[in-house]
């Protein structure tokens, strides 16, 4: 009994050690490095209170990997030539990779990143992401991305849900999924600035959009995902 409740205990440690990292967002990460200023967020201050324009607003909110709602507290990173440059001026995936005929979805989970690429190799758009957290206590075991090579084989709506979680009965909003190895998805979702899902790529809705209606294929010769 005693070495059961240890494990137990251990295992409770290792979950909170694991949201400790993960409460380190992408954007406090980029404070420290030459090109961003970091702000911190004041009471009652928003996406558009700070940005109106909404295209400087869209480069902010990439750069830090999150949509979801600021709180008094958060740190931001904020690009010193914001008024200058476009969303792909700050791609962090190469612009041109081998080109092999066929469109790719290359995800990096260390850069919290997705690139899609032309046939031609070329990257022709980019977006933040939020991969597995490592472990999910719901249901008591870890919950990675998958890494490796893929292809989607199956998409859906905007009403898209999943037929798993919330535990026990599912519903969780999954709009326009796209899934690539089992249950595992990109899909549109809010995004906190760190790797929060059970394993699915969440992505900016309009992202899960554009790539759900305009660039992913399906079925024995869907588009290529390489998760890394």
């Known amino acids: 009994m005693l070495k059961r409740q240890l494990l137990i205990c251990l295992a409770l440690i290792l979950a909170l050690s694991s949201c400790a990292i993960m409460a380190r967002t992408y954007g406090k990460r980029l404070c420290a490095r030459p090109g961003y200023t970091c702000i911190q967020i004041k009471r009652g201050q ?45 791609a962090p995936l190469p612009y041109s990779r081998p080109a092999n005929g066929k469109r790719a979805i290359v995800i990096s989970m260390a850069k919290q990143a997705f690139g899609a690429y032309d046939k031609n190799g070329y990257l022709v758009h980019w977006g933040p992401i939020s991969g597995g957290k490592g472990y999910c206590p719901d249901i008591g075991r870890a919950c990675n991305t998958p890494r490796g090579k ?4 199956r998409k859906g709506t905007r009403a898209c849900e999943s037929d798993k979680y919330p535990i026990p009965h599912g519903g969780a909003p999954m709009p326009y999924c796209m899934f690539f190895k089992g249950g595992y998805a990109m899909h549109g979702s809010p995004m906190p600035g760190y790797h929060a899902s059970h394993g699915c790529v969440r992505m900016f809705f309009e992202d899960a959009q554009w ?3 305009n660039f992913i294929s399906v079925g024995a010769r869907g588009t290529r995902v390489i998760v890394s």
Request: aromatic share 12%; no cysteine.
């Open 211 to 213: 790539l759900n209606k």
């Open 150 to 153: 893929y292809r989607v084989f």
């Open 46 to 90: 928003t996406w558009h209170k700070l940005w109106s324009d909404p295209q400087k607003r869209r480069i902010v909110m990439r750069i830090n990997r999150t949509n979801n709602y600021l709180y008094r507290g958060l740190i931001i990173a904020v690009p010193n030539n914001l008024t200058d440059i476009t969303h792909m001026d700050v």
